[in-house]
Every structure is written in C-alpha cells, then in structure tokens.
C-alpha cells in the first residue's frame, strides 16, 4: 500500500508519505480495538432484520440517527469522514472548521461506503462474531457503528494516499491518468511486499490487544478474542483493495 522507502515532502499542507503512512499504521490500532469492542456481543440478528421491505433495519436507524447528531457539530466537515447515509445529514449548528483544502475537489466526495456497509454486515461479522442473541441491542449497534466509521475511514484514506503519491511522482502517474487507464494506475498503486507486511502486523497487534489475560498460568497464552487470521483476512480481501479502489477513483479525476 504505502510507498515506505520514499518519503519526500509534499508542498500540500505538510502532507507526506511518511505521515501518511503513519496515520494508516494508527488506523490499524483503532480498526482492531472496536472489533475487539463488537466481538463482545453475539450476532444479534434482530438488530439487521427489515420489518418489510420498505422499513430500515435497527441498526440502519441507530446509524443513520448518530450520523444526523454527529453531523449537527460538524463531523462531516472534515475531509477525512464519509457518512453512511449522506441524504440524510442536516445542517450545522456550530459555526464550520476551515479545514485546510488537501484533496483535489474533483476527488473529495468520492464515497464507497455502501460497498463497506455491505461487506462488513454479510461477510465479515459472521467471521469474528458468535450466533446467538443477548438482546444487548443498542450497544451491539453502537459497536458496528464504531466499526463501520474506522473502516470507512481507513479505507478512504486512500484519497490521502493517492494525493501525496501524485505530488510525489507527477509524471509516472500523470500519463495513466490523461489515459484513463485504470490498470496501469492500481500496479503503480501495488506493492505487494508491503501488503504481506501490513498483513503480518495487524495479525500480530491483534494477537496481542486481544488476547485473554490470566494471572493464574504465566506460561500459556490466553485466547485471542478476536482471531488475528480474521484480522489479516480483513485487510487482505478488503480493507487494502477498496483502499487501492479509492485511490484509482481519485487519481481517474485528479487532472480535471
């Protein structure tokens, strides 16, 4: 994912690979304490169940009411949140925060969260999280929604990533670019060395905040309540390619 060995200055408000980098391997820490944090409650189906086919689920409701409360204070002025339901958003109460303009406009509002929504409650919950039902409904909820604002906005860093890559290297990406060449701009985007390794590490720090602490038998390790294999699944199958994704659709309009 990040170009580690380079780390160059970009003139874009003191934005650079290595910070990038940095912000990302910080990410990783708040992605696998909220799924330690979600990992607490059963599956709770109830929560995902529609009513019809017209009524949103428990948790389409409690996510959508957080985001319209969080929004009134101006979480979504800042360039490195995407809500889950955009339509729904009301306007602010308190006065704007003039964050400094990083992104390139054309590329600002590109927002794949419905693809996260989706992956994260039909393929990834099953994985890490046991059947059953606790009736704990409302603190279920608030987990996934702690879970779905950290993937959203790892993933979607990747808009930060693209931009100081760009500025980084003008003329290599430049040429796919102007050709609309998707191909050419995702193997530019890939370092497949630096994928094993974020793989390695975020397995490894799952392993250790997760792990089950007993007094009684220092020798043994404690279970893991989330499974680091789940972990690095996680980023393998989706958190680095929509990464990946969202770079290329950045850098698609990064020229216009």
Known sequence: MEKVANTSDSDNNGLTLESVRQSLIRQEDTII??????????????????DSLVSPSMVESIVKDSEALQAKFGRYESPEENPFFPDSLPPLVVPP??????????????NINKTIWD??????????????????????????LQCLQALSRRIHYGKFVA????????EDYGQAIRAQDKDTLMKLLTFVS??????????????IFGQEVSLNDDDKKGKCKVDPSVVSCLYDKWVMPLTKLVEVEYLLCRLD
């Open 33 to 50: 304490f909220s799924l330690i944090e979600r990992a607490k409650y059963p599956f709770n189906s109830p929560l995902y169940d529609h």
């Open 194 to 207: 630096v994928e094993e390794m974020v793989k390695r590490r975020v397995a490894k720090k799952a392993m």
């Open 119 to 144: 992956i994260y409650f039909k393929q990834l919950l099953p994985l890490f999280v046991p059947k059953g039902d606790d009736g704990n409904y409302v603190p279920t909820a608030a987990c996934d």
């Open 163 to 170: 931009e100081v890559k760009f500025i980084d290297a003008p």
């Open 97 to 110: 925060h003039n964050y400094p303009q990083i992104l390139h406009p054309s590329g600002a509002s590109i």
